[in-house]
Every structure is written in C-alpha cells, then in structure tokens.
C-alpha cells in the first residue's frame, strides 16, 4: 500500500537548520508529486510547496522562499524538506503528502521544535 | 491569497444525525475545493476533492457541495468515528490555503 514514512522529532537551536525527509513506498515514486505542508496550533495548515520529483521542479508559497528548500533522490524514492534560519515561529509539524492537485497520502507528520 | 473562512469553528452533534459544515472562500474558487478530515494525533485525510467527488474509501455518508465562494460538507447521519476536526483546501489559486477548520465533537 502507499506509505509516507517521515524522519523523527528534531529539537532545533534557533539560527539552525533541519532537513526532514519523506521516505515514500507503494507507488511510482516519480509519477506524483510531493506536497509539503505546515500545521500548527496558532496558524492552522499552511501550504509550504511542492515538487516534481521528476524533474525536480519546484514551487514555493511565496511565505516560505527563503525559509523552505525542496529537493528529492529519486534513487531512494526520498523528499527533502530543509528549514534553514530556524526560529521558534517554525516550531510546528511538517506533513509531505502525495500529490498537488489531490493529497491522497500523508506522512505521519515530522515535528519541529525550535528553542535554546 | 485566497482567504478561506469555515463555520461553525466547533460543532457538537448527535449520533445519526445529519451535520452541515461550511466553508467561505474571500473570492471565486471554481469549485477547486477539497475537504479533509484530521482525527486527534493523526494526519490529514482526504475526503472529497473537487468539491462533491468523494475519495477512494470514503463512506457514502460524506458528500460535498457548492460553487463560487461557498461550499458545504455534509454527513447524512453522524458516527462515533466522524469526530475530527474537518478543513477546506481551496487549490484555484497559488497559494493553496486551508480554513481554520470546523471541531466536530459527539453530544
């Protein structure tokens, strides 16, 4: 069946960087691609991006240029999200899902906690 | 971007029967509206996508409506497992934006 097995909790300092994978099973992995999405308390779900892991192709909710990178190796059928510049405002869970125009499979969710 | 209101915010309702969620769109969405569900600790998943096209899997209880800046999830006949905090995805216009999403609890 279709799977999205994300990478544990990270505890971050601010000023540093995390890089949560999406390991994805079950399907093609280049035939769909990947969402990231953000989900916390205060501000709800918010729509990081996406990728074409395919080509590589990406596409940013302008909020998260800067913040959010998007890469993938096709080879081990793996998404990257890296956080960079981490304060505690990106303290939340990141979801991958499969898909952009439909998200018919999620990951179980990658927290980050940003603190000193 | 797109703002996306959903009413009520928390909704308590009894077992078997018939809720109405809504969701408001700041602009028109042209039906590219998706709902999910999220139970207590667990990702989001989908319900219905495209406003009234009910995902793989999804109980026939389930149905979604509407057009242009409004839309309706409903649930014919509520069950214990329906208890879940339920959102609205509006994907007609980049950024994607979800409502604040509507508590549905059991009476």
């Known amino acids: ?116 | 971007d797109i703002q996306m209101t959903q009413s009520p915010s928390f909704l308590s309702a009894s077992v078997g029967e018939r809720v109405t969620l809504s969701c408001r769109a700041s602009q028109n969405i042209n039906k590219y509206l998706d709902w999910y569900q999220q139970k207590l600790g667990e990702a989001p998943k989908l319900l219905i996508y495209n406003t009234n096209n009910l995902h793989t899997g999804i109980p026939s209880r389930f149905s979604g409506s509407g057009s242009g800046t409004d839309y309706t999830l409903t649930i014919s006949s509520l069950q214990p497992e329906d208890v879940a905090t339920y959102f609205c995805l509006q994907r007609n216009s980049w950024p994607y934006t979800f409502g604040a999403g509507t508590k549905l609890e059991l009476k």
Request: proline share 2%; net charge positive; charged share 15%.
């Open chain 1, 1 to 116: 069946q279709v799977q999205l097995q994300q990478s544990g909790a990270e505890l971050a300092k601010p000023g540093s960087s995390v890089k949560i994978s999406c390991k994805a099973s079950g399907y093609t992995f280049t035939s769909y691609y990947i969402s990231w999405i953000k989900q916390t308390t205060g501000q709800g779900l918010e729509y990081i991006g996406y990728i074409n892991t395919g080509s590589g192709g990406t596409n940013y909710n302008e909020k998260f240029k800067g913040k959010a990178t998007l890469t993938v190796d096709k080879s081990s059928s793996t998404a990257f999200m890296q956080l960079s510049s981490l304060t505690p405002d990106d303290s939340a869970v990141y979801y991958c899902a499969r898909g952009v125009r439909v998200m018919d499979a999620w990951g179980q969710g990658a927290s980050v906690t940003v603190s000193s």
